[in-house]
T-cell receptor, first 115, second 115 residues
């Protein structure tokens, strides 16, 4: 079975600081990896996804993530955060190349960016 | 606009009652999944519907059941409500692709409170 660990439950940063949120997954096969963001009062939105190819994935709003297969990690990064990045961030995984995939989510990281 | 419409947005029920939640998928999508997001947790997969059949199910009791209609919309039913069923229920839709696991579009959810 797949599982996802997000070690940082709460992160507080000042504007312009750099961000890195950790995500580790557990699964023996090939996976697809996702980062979703949930702004206060809004629905989950896809930030970026990795299926195959270049392990450095660029997403929306200046976010990027790097898939390191040997470490089973998919950490999210942003060089300079803004107040508007205040939100909850979820890492998710599903098994690649199978039908009827389900997403397995981590517990989320709540990011607060102070102006 | 999420593209996925859920109703109602909020609901209060008493223990032992039954509840039905509704979801209209994004236009063009044919697969609907339901997730439960308890406070402070990541979304947990309940089940997934495709071609009006339940295709995959998470670790939820039989009190949780669903349905998909010919127009791809879906319902989630929960019988004999428990206090622990209080959560945000998310609907996600996607266009099924057995090889890739394309990202889902999530609705804003139904906040269920059981008292």
């Amino acid at each position: 079975a797949q599982s996802v660990s997000q070690h940082n439950h709460h992160v507080i940063l000042s504007e312009a600081a750099s961000l890195e949120l950790g995500c580790n997954y557990s699964y023996g096969g090939t996976v697809n990896l996702f980062w979703y963001v949930q702004y206060p009062g809004q629905h989950l939105q896809l930030l970026l996804k990795y299926f195959s190819g270049d392990p450095l994935v660029k997403g929306i709003k200046g976010f990027e993530a790097e898939f390191i297969k040997s470490k089973f990690s998919f950490n999210l990064r942003k060089p300079s955060v803004q107040w508007s990045d205040t939100a909850e961030y979820f890492c998710a995984v599903n098994a690649a190349n199978t039908g009827f995939q389900k997403l397995v989510f981590g517990t989320g990281t709540r990011l607060l960016v102070s102006p | 606009d999420a593209g996925v419409t859920q109703s109602p947005t909020h609901l209060i029920k008493t223990r032992g009652q039954q509840v039905t939640l509704r979801c209209s998928p994004k236009s063009g999508h044919d697969t609907v999944s339901w997730y439960q997001q308890a406070l402070g947790q990541g979304p947990q997969f309940i089940f997934q519907y495709y071609e009006e059949e339940e295709r995959q199910r998470g670790n939820f009791p039989d009190r949780f059941s669903g349905h998909q209609f010919p127009n791809y919309s879906s319902e989630l039913n929960v019988n004999a409500l428990l206090l622990g069923d209080s959560a945000l229920y998310l609907c996600a839709s996607n266009l099924l692709d057995r090889g890739r696991g394309y990202g889902y579009t999530f609705g804003s959810g139904t906040r269920l409170t059981v008292v």
